[in-house]
Structures are given as C-alpha cells and as structure tokens.
C-alpha cells in the first residue's frame, strides 16, 4: 500500500442497504477525513478524525457513521442508504490537522 | 455564513498565462489552500498561504490578501495537461477545510 487506498471503486446500492467504504493510509497520518463531492458544489466534510480513538462531526453527518479504531483505518457507514446519498466519497489524511491533507481515489456510490 | 467563490469555468491558450481568483467569507481565518483535480480523479495539493503576499513555486504561484478575503493561483507557461479543476480551500479556526465549487481550466492548443 502506498498513500490512501479506498474501496470499493464504484458501487450500485439498492436504497434501504447498509453499505461500507472503506479507507485505509499507510502514512502513519494522526488526522483523516471524510468528503462527499457532488457536481456544482464544493467538497463537504462528512466526519472527521484528529487522532485514534476520537472521531467528529462535519458539515453533512447525518445518515453517516464512523469509526477511528486504529491510526490507519477510517471506514464510512451508511447505516441505510438514500438515494440523496449518491455522489463521490473521498478519503483524506493529514499528519496533523492543520497540515495540507493527501486524498484517496474516491469512491462512486450510487444509491437507486 | 461561510462562503467561497470562484468562478465556474475559465478558458486559456497553451503557453500562456491564466490567473484564477477565489474570494471568501469565513467566520475565522487559519489559512488558505489550492488544490488541483484532475476530472475523475482526487484532488492534489498546490499551494498554501496563511500570511499576506506570493508564494511561488515553479509555473505556479498563488496570492493572498486577507484584509481583502482574497486569494489567486496564477499558472504560467500553461501546458495541456493543466485542464483540471482548482479547488479553493479555506481553513477556519477549528482547523476545518471550507471548499469553493472549483474553476475548471480548459486549455486549447
């Protein structure tokens, strides 16, 4: 593994399905982050993390959950997935949280 | 509220000079970050700039004036490969990222 890695690619999901994305850095980066982008607007933070064991909230949590149970695992969880919920997830990490942050290849999640 | 702009779309000629602006409106200031994204692919850090002033670093440069909530990446000697999206990133005092829509570059020969 080098850098951030995110799976799946892509997902076609049925509304109504549990779905996780997973994330995982090699950096031995403290901070990781959550984005959704969607066409016309800027990326919006999900959750975030500044260290192991300590997780938050951005700007659009709701229907999300996450968890920080190691430095290098980060996964997103759709508890029950709506079709609102259908954009680009990108992963991110940063050695600390004021630092520029790396990000991963995304994911494209469409929820019919 | 918080607010960045950019603008939407710009086009430029190979070789040549393009300047992009961001203007923003944050409840707090911590620093301002470009990114460069490539369509279907992540973004890409650029630059950063938390003091008044150019900061330069090769084709690419970028400016901010704080007192006037202002920042641009200029790119120089543009090559075909610079059609991307530039993202315009604030940072607030909680050390959170407030992103612009993004300017999509399209270079023509």
């Known amino acids: 593994i080098a850098g951030i890695t995110q799976a799946p690619t892509s997902q076609i999901l049925a509304a109504g399905r549990r779905m996780t994305l997973r994330c995982t850095q090699d950096?031995?980066?403290?901070?990781m982050y959550w984005y959704r982008q969607d066409l016309g607007l800027g990326l919006r933070l999900i959750h975030y993390?500044?260290?192991?064991?300590?997780?938050g909230k951005g700007e659009v949590p709701d229907g999300y959950s996450v968890s920080r149970a190691n430095t290098d695992d980060f996964p997103l969880t759709l508890a029950s997935a709506v079709p609102s919920q259908t954009s680009v997830y990108f992963c991110?990490?940063?050695?600390?949280?004021?630092?520029?942050?790396?990000f991963g290849p995304g994911t494209r999640l469409t929820v019919l | 509220g918080q607010n960045i702009d950019q603008p939407t779309e710009m086009t430029a000629t190979e070789g040549a000079i393009v300047q992009i602006n961001c203007t923003y409106q944050t409840s707090g200031f911590n620093g301002l970050f470009w990114y460069q994204q490539h369509a279907g692919e992540a973004p890409t850090f650029l630059s950063y700039?938390?003091l008044d002033g150019l900061e330069e670093k090769g084709r690419f440069s970028s400016f901010l004036s704080r007192s006037k909530g202002y920042s641009y990446l200029l790119l120089k000697e543009l090559q075909m490969k610079d059609s991307a999206s530039y993202l315009c990133?604030?940072?607030?005092?909680?050390?959170?990222?407030?992103w612009g829509a993004g300017t999509k570059l399209i270079i023509k020969p």
């Open positions: 991110a990490s940063s050695d600390r949280e004021y630092n520029e942050q790396f």
């Open positions: 700039n938390v």
């Open positions: 950096m031995r980066h403290n901070a």
């Open positions: 993390s500044n260290t192991a064991g300590t997780t």
């Open positions: 990133a604030v940072r607030d005092l909680n050390y959170q990222l407030i």
